[in-house]
């Protein structure tokens, strides 16, 4: 536990030079407990007490899910080394004073307040600090001063990160950092922060994290296949892009990537998110949630070889992509669908027609469907107290009949035969003239 400030700097110590993944979460859970007790901004406290802002250009976090962005071992773990090593490498540039700008401190300033505290001797640094939360300025100022380092050149600066401009109107920066983002860019700021900003960081600067890589797969949904298809990389965020966005030039928003040749009918489209944020220091799917991958089901994404999937970063007030997948060039089928009244060793009506009609779907074969059975199929799932999106999104995830007879099994427990003589009547009820 860190108990003491000497405790706190040796577990921050701990954190600047060990491996990957090997701080235990215990450890950070300690620290950010004491930061929380001296600057009164707790992680436990409920959400809803603490308030994000919404800004023309994402949702700037409260200062509660800021502070909880520390207790993200791997997370911390890499931030904190990555500008350690930045600022380390401009020392050996015989850069001084090194000029410092972070944008996005939360109440603790995780990125960079830690190392200073820790640090043996007093650096040749010129820091601005920036949050958009009053209360994020006041915690770091009262963490300023319980570490003793009023020494430093620090402005505390309250304000929006992609309006922010510097007082002096030539005043550039050698690393401007920005940890303002969720996975795959959503929501939060950090693309319009970067492309703000990147206009005053000098001409040999740093942007931490350096690069942020979203990229496109195909992957199996069965775990017996084999590994990941790469498709490409969709948008990239690093100092190059960020000047061109900075220059009007948004070129980069709008992506196409090819679907590779092959039979992708057991593949669902998955985007990922890699970081590279100083040099080798990187994250990756799995690390953290800034890495959460995000898969969409095989109904939403059409899969035909040689085609499109068209991407777009659009910005309302919460960013986002737009992805686009190929329209379905459907073939007609010869292949006879069950009947309605056929029966699943459940007993149940309906379902053996509806999963073998999803079925031939996902191979991008045309199979109508009247609208007296899309009622009669509703008022099935309706009975069985299900969710008709949850029921067809499994349909299309899974490949074998039995499969999903025994999802379906678990989900409605067990029947006796006047409820399922009751539940295919009203089925069979609502469907007439069908279609087979």
């Given amino acids: 536990m860190c108990q003491t400030k000497a405790q706190f700097v040796e577990t921050v110590n701990k954190l600047l030079h060990s491996q990957k993944g090997t701080i235990s979460k215990s450890e950070i859970k300690a620290m950010v407990a004491y930061l929380g007790e001296v600057t ?81 001797e007093q ?30 050149q620090i402005e505390l600066v309250h304000g929006d990160a ?14 401007i950092i920005s940890e303002t983002m969720t996975a795959l860019l959503k929501r939060e700021p950090q693309v319009f922060i970067f492309k703000h900003l990147v206009q005053y960081l000098q001409s040999d600067g740093v942007l931490i994290p350096e690069r942020i890589s979203l990229k496109t797969w195909l992957t199996p949904q069965s775990q017996q296949s084999e590994g990941d298809v790469f498709v490409g990389e969709f948008f990239c965020l690093d100092k190059e892009r960020a000047q061109a966005l900075n220059r009007g030039d948004d070129a980069c928003f709008y992506a196409e990537l090819i679907i590779p040749d092959g039979d992708w009918a057991e593949h669902v489209v998955k985007l990922t998110t890699d970081i590279q944020i100083y040099r080798d220091l990187s994250l990756h799917e799995g690390d953290c949630s800034l890495n959460i991958a995000f898969a ?26 737009s992805v686009v997948f190929p329209k379905p060039e459907w073939k007609r089928t010869d292949f006879k669908l069950p009947q309605s009244g056929d029966t699943s060793t459940l007993g149940l009506v309906q379902i053996k027609r509806s999963f073998q009609r999803a079925y031939l779907i996902k191979r991008g074969e045309q199979v109508a469907t009247s609208e007296q059975e899309w009622q ?12 008709s999106r949850e029921v067809i ?10 499969d999903f007879e025994k999802w379906l099994s678990e989900r409605v427990g067990p029947l006796d035969n006047v409820t399922i003589t009751s539940i295919n009547h009203q089925c069979l009820a609502k469907i007439t003239d069908v279609k087979t």
């Fill in 40 to 120: 009164q901004v707790f992680t436990d406290t409920d959400m809803n007490d603490s308030k994000k802002t919404q800004t023309a250009c994402g949702v700037a976090i409260s200062p509660v899910q800021a502070a909880k962005c520390f207790e993200e071992t791997v997370r911390t773990q890499m931030f904190a080394q990555g500008v350690a090593n930045a600022i380390a490498d401009k020392l050996l540039a015989n850069i001084k004073p090194i000029k410092i700008l972070y944008a996005g401190t939360g109440p603790y300033a995780t990125l960079l307040l830690p190392f200073l505290a820790a640090s043996s």
């Fill in 123 to 152: 650096l040749p640094l010129e820091i601005t600090l920036l949050d958009i939360h009053q209360e994020n300025i006041a915690a770091v100022e009262t963490l300023i001063t319980h570490f003793g380092l009023e020494g430093y």
């Fill in 162 to 175: 992609t309006q922010w401009r510097p007082k002096r109107k030539q005043q550039h920066f050698d690393i």
């Fill in 296 to 321: 969409f089901s095989p109904y939403d994404a059409v899969l035909t070889p040689s085609k499109l999937i068209v991407f777009k970063y659009v910005q309302p007030d919460s960013p986002d992509f």
């Fill in 376 to 387: 009669g199929e509703l008022c099935l799932y309706d009975a069985l107290s299900l969710n």
């Fill in 393 to 402: 999104g499994k349909m299309y995830e899974l490949e074998r009949f039995t």
